[in-house]
């Protein structure tokens, strides 16, 4: 089975600061790694994805992700955050072969502070 | 190109009430998930199907909670009776499938329904 474990619950930033949301997985098998973001009362949309090669992969609105296969870890990363960055930021996994769904993470909810 | 589509947005029932939720995936697209997501939580898979066909059920309560997709294409969730631990929020995603992985890797999501039992 594969988990994902979020390690901030709430980040709160100041805007035109750096964040970094850390998410941390656990499989026996090969996964690809996502990262969501949830703005408020909408569902989910995707904001990057790590399929194979580059380790470093970037996102929609900046954002961009590192994998790290030795530390099991996809922290997502912003240089200069805005204040429509408010949303609650969710780290997912799926296996490569066999069953499709995704794997979630309790979500990170970053808030962005004038 | 339309995205997952859901109805209704928001609802709010009594306890021991019946709901149901609609989903119309995207185009083409053969898998299609609910999933549950309950206030500061992350989703949890409820059920997902492969066209008509059940995949994963395994968290689904069976007891309260059916859903089909007699077609292939749209989807219906219900809930009877309700409890007020199901007051969240529920989303329907779509991917689609080729070589036995999701096309492109994505699956995508609709807004969402919320549920409310008081």
């Known amino acids: 089975a594969q988990s994902v474990t979020q390690l901030d619950s709430q980040v709160p930033v100041f805007e035109e600061a750096p964040v970094e949301l850390r998410c941390n997985y656990s499989s026996s098998v090969s996964v690809y790694l996502f990262w969501y973001v949830q703005y408020p009362n909408q569902g989910l949309q995707l904001l990057l994805k790590?399929?194979?090669?580059?380790?470093l992969v970037k996102g929609i609105n900046g954002f961009e992700a590192e994998f790290n296969k030795s530390q099991t870890s996809f922290h997502l990363r912003k240089p200069s955050v805005h204040i429509s960055d408010t949303a609650e930021y969710f780290c997912?996994?799926?296996?490569?072969?066999?069953?499709?769904?995704?794997?979630f993470g309790q979500g990170t909810r970053l808030t962005i502070n004038p | 190109e339309a995205g997952v589509a859901q109805s209704p947005r928001y609802k709010i029932i009594e306890k021991r009430q019946s709901v149901a939720f609609w989903c119309n995936p995207i185009s083409g697209h053969a898998t299609l998930y609910w999933y549950q997501q309950i206030l500061g939580q992350g989703p949890k898979l409820l059920i997902q199907f492969q066209n008509n066909g059940v995949v994963d059920d395994s968290q689904l309560p069976k007891d309260r909670f059916s859903a089909e997709r007699l077609k292939g294409v749209d989807s219906t969730l219900k809930i009877q009776p309700a409890k007020l631990e199901d007051s969240a929020v529920y989303l329907c995603a779509s991917g689609s499938i080729r070589g036995g992985t999701v096309s492109g890797n994505t699956i995508y999501f609709g807004e969402g329904s919320w549920l409310t039992v008081v």
């Open positions: 997912a996994v799926r296996r490569i072969q066999g069953a499709q769904k995704l794997v």
């Open positions: 790590y399929l194979s090669g580059s380790t």
